[in-house]
């Protein structure tokens, strides 16, 4: 079987719960061949927040599978205010793309609603994975309109519909059938010793690792944090892709005791993550975070380090263990820094899923999907 992934994020070393499924699936044989498509290069966007344009990179082979996955990455030349002519040329791409490797019958796996077009016009059978409830994030009017309509459409035509949390699973069982598959962690990854990362630095350290957006990240939190820390000889390291406006990163970069390292592969972040004093989650408290089934919550446990985290999903249902403090925003800087420098007796126990089990559940799905 052949699968067509139109995913949210691209296929880099940064990986996520896509990247942990299909590598999966590739090596088990459950499925034979992927097209990964990655997230459009969008030059017009890039010009407005003065970056030099790029066209996507195309069709490539993504090295250690022997021709297996390839990924794809595409050029949005029209913006989506142009309506249907904006789509159409992505859906051209894809297709062409699917021709090239001669897939004539793949199942579509849509984890980004935007591709709700291509599902819709394709005639391939579709799998629907929702891994944020985008319904509920804070959008521009036209942006929120236009995912609410993508969201009915795919909700109506795809045959299978996967949730990775508890809260996506009673939302969206109210309108149809769903499957729940939430996250894990490669839990060997963290058993074996590794050296300190050079960059975390000597002093204490607690480390938020994740990518740094408004919609989760609490930036105010997070400078209040930074200060706490500070006046105790500590830090705040904060670990991931950045996407944050520029006045947030350069309020964060000029905050006291806040650092922020940017990108790592995904194979080095056991070592950050086994090598600091408390693992921290500033995170808001909203609809949309409460959709979440953060791949750091599997992560933080698996390392086996003191969390700290705001009464968000997953974290929230820790409460009560050793090692672990759930704070509301007020008492968080607190709570955390108190875990930081005063290193609790006892962590956990913690028994965080592994990949292979959810590998083994939606290979389920899709044989489900690809049969019905």
Same mark, same amino acid.
């Given at each position: 079987?052949?699968?067509?992934?139109?995913?949210?994020?691209?296929?880099?070393?940064?990986?996520?719960?896509?990247?942990?499924?299909?590598?999966?699936?590739?090596?088990?044989?459950?499925?034979?061949?992927?097209?990964?498509?990655?997230?459009?290069?969008?030059?017009?966007?890039?010009?407005?927040?003065?970056?030099?344009? /790029?066209?996507?990179?195309?069709?490539?082979?993504?090295?250690?599978?022997?021709?297996?996955?390839?990924?794809?990455?595409?050029?949005?030349?029209?913006?989506?205010?142009?309506?249907?002519?904006?789509?159409?040329?992505? /859906?051209?791409?894809?297709?062409?793309?699917?021709?090239?490797?001669?897939?004539?019958?793949?199942?579509?796996?849509?984890?980004?609603?935007?591709?709700?077009?291509?599902?819709?016009?394709?005639?391939?059978?579709?799998?629907?994975?929702?891994?944020?409830?985008?319904?509920?994030?804070?959008?521009?009017?036209?942006?929120?309109? /236009?995912?609410?309509?993508?969201?009915?459409?795919?909700?109506?035509?795809?045959?299978?519909?996967?949730?990775?949390?508890?809260?996506?699973?009673?939302?969206?069982?109210?309108?149809?059938?769903?499957?729940?598959?939430?996250?894990?962690?490669?839990?060997?990854?963290?058993?074996?010793?590794?050296?300190?990362?050079?960059?975390?630095?000597?002093?204490?350290?607690?480390?938020?690792?994740?990518?740094?957006?408004?919609?989760?990240?609490?930036?105010?939190?997070?400078?209040?944090?930074?200060?706490?820390?500070?006046?105790?000889?500590?830090?705040?390291?904060?670990?991931?892709?950045?996407?944050?406006?520029?006045?947030?990163?350069?309020?964060?970069?000029?905050?006291?005791?806040?650092?922020?390292?940017?990108?790592?592969?995904?194979?080095?972040?056991?070592?950050?993550?086994?090598?600091?004093?408390?693992?921290?989650?500033?995170?808001?408290?909203?609809?949309?975070?409460?959709?979440?089934?953060?791949?750091?919550?599997?992560?933080?446990?698996?390392?086996?380090?003191?969390?700290?985290?705001?009464?968000?999903?997953?974290?929230?249902?820790?409460?009560?263990?050793?090692?672990?403090?759930?704070?509301?925003?007020?008492?968080?800087?607190?709570?955390?820094?108190?875990?930081?420098?005063?290193?609790?007796?006892?962590?956990?126990?913690?028994?965080?899923?592994?990949?292979?089990?959810?590998?083994?559940?939606?290979?389920?799905?899709?044989?489900?999907?690809?049969?019905?």
């Amino acid at each position: 079987m052949d699968l067509i992934v139109c995913s949210l994020e691209p296929w880099d070393n940064i990986w996520r719960r896509n990247q942990f499924l299909i590598d999966g699936l590739l090596r088990r044989g459950e499925v034979q061949r992927v097209l990964f498509v990655e997230p459009s290069c969008d030059p017009i966007h890039q010009l407005r927040r003065r970056r030099a344009p /790029r066209r996507g990179a195309g069709l490539s082979a993504v090295p250690g599978y022997e021709g297996r996955l390839h990924r794809l990455e595409l050029t949005k030349w029209l913006p989506r205010s142009a309506g249907p002519l904006a789509d159409f040329g992505l /859906r051209r791409g894809v297709r062409s793309a699917a021709r090239r490797l001669g897939m004539d019958d793949p199942l579509l796996w849509v984890n980004d609603p935007g591709w709700a077009h291509l599902a819709d016009s394709a005639g391939w059978p579709v799998l629907y994975d929702i891994t944020d409830d985008w319904t509920a994030a804070d959008r521009p009017a036209r942006e929120h309109a /236009r995912i609410l309509a993508n969201e009915r459409l795919l909700l109506q035509i795809a045959r299978s519909v996967v949730v990775c949390s508890s809260a996506l699973a009673r939302s969206r069982d109210r309108l149809r059938t769903v499957e729940l598959i939430p996250n894990a962690v490669d839990t060997q990854r963290y058993v074996r010793p590794q050296p300190r990362p050079a960059d975390l630095g000597s002093g204490r350290t607690a480390l938020y690792v994740g990518t740094l957006h408004e919609d989760r990240l609490d930036v105010q939190l997070c400078r209040r944090l930074g200060e706490q820390l500070d006046g105790q000889g500590a830090s705040l390291v904060l670990l991931g892709p950045n996407a944050l406006s520029r006045e947030n990163t350069e309020l964060l970069q000029r905050s006291r005791g806040v650092r922020i390292l940017g990108s790592r592969a995904h194979d080095q972040m056991p070592a950050y993550m086994r090598h600091a004093d408390a693992l921290v989650v500033p995170h808001t408290v909203s609809t949309f975070t409460d959709s979440l089934d953060p791949l750091k919550l599997y992560e933080y446990q698996a390392a086996g380090r003191p969390i700290a985290a705001t009464p968000v999903s997953g974290f929230r249902e820790l409460h009560g263990l050793p090692g672990v403090a759930i704070a509301s925003a007020e008492t968080f800087a607190e709570a955390a820094a108190d875990l930081v420098v005063r290193p609790p007796e006892r962590i956990g126990p913690f028994e965080p899923p592994d990949w292979s089990d959810r590998v083994t559940a939606m290979a389920g799905v899709i044989r489900a999907a690809a049969a019905s």
